[in-house]
């Protein structure tokens, strides 16, 4: 007979169970203050167990009461530290160890082996409390210009391997005082475990150089006197975070013209640090998604539209109604920029094309004839990083330069990659890439690669994402134009080379980000990209497929008279339209080219010498510039289609006529209508805001005939606010789903995450 289990009442109550787990957590938890959060959290509930930095990201056991243990895992995602994001967390039940206390371990380094995943944070704006102490006179680190805590101060741009703990780091020169590595030690610091801990006694140190590279001041002093020439008119070459700034005064007018001759650079608008918010607002108009940018961790160039009066000089942004716009980011530049009390030319310390100067010995050189003096410092820059710039489009963020607080931060990708990917990026504005499981890493943008320098940075800049990813990768991608630099670079490292095709790849970005999926129809619009036909492309619409593309629909190809040296002269792109659409009845226009120039670009178009066919609608941009008279050189990249944009009168909504035929877009009609407005005397503006719309209207037509519910917005063109304002609302109003981009440039800074995606299907 079976024994009667005992009635559940008799049961002994007994004491709530204990269980031990193991949490296994990836994201961005390093550096960030997280095993110190985790201590304090595990104290708070009575928990044992240990916390432990690992290459892949944290691993943490606790052992107590059931519910203790439920309330401990909600309280990791809802109190974390601001900066710590949490991607993935394993939760495994493991035995009991009945050992009381919660510890932290020291960094697991044993297995090097190990697939190293970890996230890298970007640097980080200094935070309140380290502002507060470094201004307050009792406080040790009163005024010392590299000040940080476990919640901001430098992570990328110090780091050279990984687990992120000090010896990995360029910190691992100054040995901490006995001050500093008690607040190290101590878990209930907010300097426990911050790498970058420093102070006056053990820290970095600065430095003022003159143009010789003599040292002219140290300490305060050398703060003080960088100060005083930057308010006599002087240039201050500045060693930052992630490289050089070239500072001066903003509202001295010689003091600027003079910085844009010794850079050669004319019109290209500066970057303006200001000294506070309140600051920005009496200069320019920033909405609540603005000033949350510019007041965030990441703290980047935010574009924003320029007052009526602005107090800077004209030279800062000639001719250009928007600024871009920081704060100071870094206790150094906090200090310089209060002891100047005014807004600052803040721009990358480089030569034309070349990579941002990161280290002293080197700035004086490069920078010899540019800077008048270099404030410098003794903590070396081991991840070149430029600032980012963003602009809010269609009441979102839209990261056009993604570098530093953003890289290297990965993009989360819908594909996991059997082994790692390393994508080489385009020419212009390039970034690499590197994709570990559906991770992609982006490297900060390293700018176009015109010269040795450039490369130099872009090899090392692959070869850094490899090294802290412990990864060697076979796979090599890279942009289908056989003359690309990155594309012979993609050559010389070995290994199998893959040529993505240049739209493609924008197309594939702007997927990735968004997490769609195919089929899908892209828009890819911009000044260049190599076709699969060897013609120049830039207004494509693809329809992405899984595993390829088709180009269902384009801009009808006009001749473009010299080639690429048509970038930098809208007038040729002008012309080549102009005689697509009525013959040599094109040269009888004046479009203020010199009459030996157009005779030459007329010989040329009649015999088609040096006139390569383009597609782009960046070209397109050109020449709608030149004919209507706004822009007649390109300065810099992008100048006139920005100048056309600026001018457009958003009032008005009519459009000129387009035809689409044979999956071609026929833009004739429009340039008809165009110089018919302009010769009947309407205002610029309106001509402008209706050449606008009817780009919007072509694409919105484009959708429909394709007829794929998703449309993406991807390329250099959609930079435009307008252009990609216009383009959403047409096509949401007709019931399409929309994605542009947000945290991935859609210029060519985005190509590299593109080319990776391109192998997903076969890697
Ligand atoms: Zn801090
Ligand atoms: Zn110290
Ligand atoms: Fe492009």
């Known amino acids: 007979m079976p024994i009667a289990p005992a009635p559940h009442s008799q049961q002994p109550k007994q004491k709530e169970a204990t269980k031990r787990e193991r949490l296994t957590i990836e994201g961005a938890v390093q550096g960030v203050g997280f095993r110190p959060f985790v201590y304090r959290l595990a104290q708070e509930l009575g928990l044992a167990g240990y916390v432990q930095n690992t290459h892949t990201g944290v691993v943490i056991e606790i052992e107590g009461a059931s519910p203790l243990l439920e309330t401990f895992k909600q309280a990791l995602q809802e109190r974390k530290p601001p900066q710590a994001c949490i991607m993935s967390l394993g939760i495994r039940q493991i035995t009991n160890d009945g050992n009381p206390g919660f510890t932290i371990r020291p960094s697991d380094t044993s297995d090097t082996d190990a697939e190293t995943t970890a996230l890298i944070q970007p640097d980080l704006a200094v935070c309140t409390d380290c502002l507060r102490e470094m201004n307050d006179p009792t406080d040790r680190r009163y005024r010392y210009p590299f000040i940080n805590c476990s919640h901001c101060g430098p992570r990328f741009s110090i780091i050279t ?59 305060d002093d ?22 050089f700034h070239l500072i001066c005064d903003a509202r001295n007018a010689d003091a600027v013209a003079e910085l844009r001759r010794r850079k050669d650079r004319p019109v290209k608008p500066f970057a303006v640090i200001y000294p506070s918010l309140q600051a920005v607002k009496g200069d320019c108009l920033v909405m609540p998604e603005e000033e949350r940018l510019l007041s965030s961790a990441q703290a980047p160039i935010v574009l924003l539209r320029k007052k009526k009066m602005p107090s800077l000089a004209h030279e800062v942004a000639p001719g250009n109604p928007y600024l871009g716009v920081m704060l100071p980011y870094t206790p150094l530049h906090h200090l310089l920029i209060c002891e100047l009390g005014f807004p600052v030319v803040a721009t990358s310390g480089n030569r034309a094309n070349e990579p941002i100067c990161i280290d002293e010995g080197e700035a004086v050189e490069t920078l010899k004839g540019i800077a008048d003096l270099f404030l410098v410092h003794d903590r070396p820059i081991s991840g070149r990083c430029d600032d980012s710039i963003v602009r809010v ?51 900060p943008h390293i700018g176009n690669l015109d ?32 003359d690309y630099r990155s594309t012979q670079l993609a050559e010389e490292r070995g290994g199998n080379a893959i040529a993505v095709q240049h739209h493609h790849a924008h197309a594939l970005a702007c997927m990735a980000e968004n997490r769609v999926k195919p089929p899908c129809l892209a828009v890819a619009w911009d000044g260049t990209g190599y076709g699969t036909d060897s013609s120049i492309w830039g207004g494509e619409f693809l329809a992405l497929k899984p595993g390829g593309f088709e180009r269902v629909l384009h801009f009808m190809p ?51 010498i040096n006139c390569p ?24 990249e992008g100048q006139a289609a920005m100048a056309l944009e600026f001018v457009a009168d958003r009032q008005v909504i009519e459009v000129y006529a387009f035809e689409i035929k044979n999956s071609v877009i026929d833009w004739r009609p429009m340039l008809s209508g165009l110089l018919q407005d302009i010769q009947s005397g309407i205002t610029l503006g309106a001509v402008a805001a209706k050449f606008h719309a009817t780009l919007a209207s072509i694409i919105l037509a484009a959708a429909k005939s394709v007829g794929e519910p998703t449309v993406l917005l991807t390329g250099g063109c959609f930079q435009n606010a307008l252009l990609l304002e216009c383009a959403v609302d047409e096509l949401e109003q007709a019931g399409f789903r929309v994605c542009s981009h947000q945290q991935v440039p859609p210029n060519d800074g985005g190509l590299a995450l593109g080319q990776i995606m391109a192998t997903a299907n076969t890697l």
């Open 451 to 482: 010269t040795p320098q450039a490369w130099a940075a872009h090899r090392e800049a692959a070869d850094l994402l490899c090294r802290l990813y412990k990864a060697e990768p076979e796979n090599i991608v890279h942009d289908l134009h056989p």
């Open 393 to 443: 489009m269609a009441g979102r963020e839209t990261v056009l330069r993604r570098a530093r607080g953003y890289a290297p931060l990965p993009v989360v990708v819908a594909h996991s990659f059997s082994a790692p990917v390393l994508a080489l990026g385009g020419h212009f504005k390039n970034t690499v890439a590197l994709a570990v499981r559906d991770r992609v890493f982006m490297s």
């Open 161 to 219: 391997a990984l687990p992120y703990g000090r010896p990995n780091t360029a910190m691992a020169r100054f040995a901490m005082c006995h001050d500093c590595r008690t607040e190290y030690n101590n878990p209930d610091d907010r300097r426990h475990h911050a790498q970058p801990i420093a102070c006056p006694k053990c820290g970095p140190q600065l430095e003022l150089r003159n143009g010789k590279g003599k040292t002219d001041a140290r300490h």
């Open 558 to 608: 006009f001749p473009l008279p010299g080639g690429d040296a048509a970038v930098l002269d809208p007038r040729r792109a002008a012309l080549g339209m102009l005689y697509a659409l009525e013959g040599d009845g094109a040269f009888s226009r004046d479009i203020g080219l010199p009459d030996e120039a157009r005779w030459l670009i007329k010989a040329a178009l009649q015999k088609n």
């Open 613 to 636: 066919t383009t597609s782009s609608v960046g070209r397109i941009f050109d020449a709608v510039a030149a004919l209507t008279g706004i822009c007649m050189e390109n300065g810099f």
């Open 222 to 243: 050398a703060l003080q006197q960088a100060a005083q020439a930057v308010r006599e008119g002087r240039v201050l070459a500045l060693k930052g975070l992630g490289g």
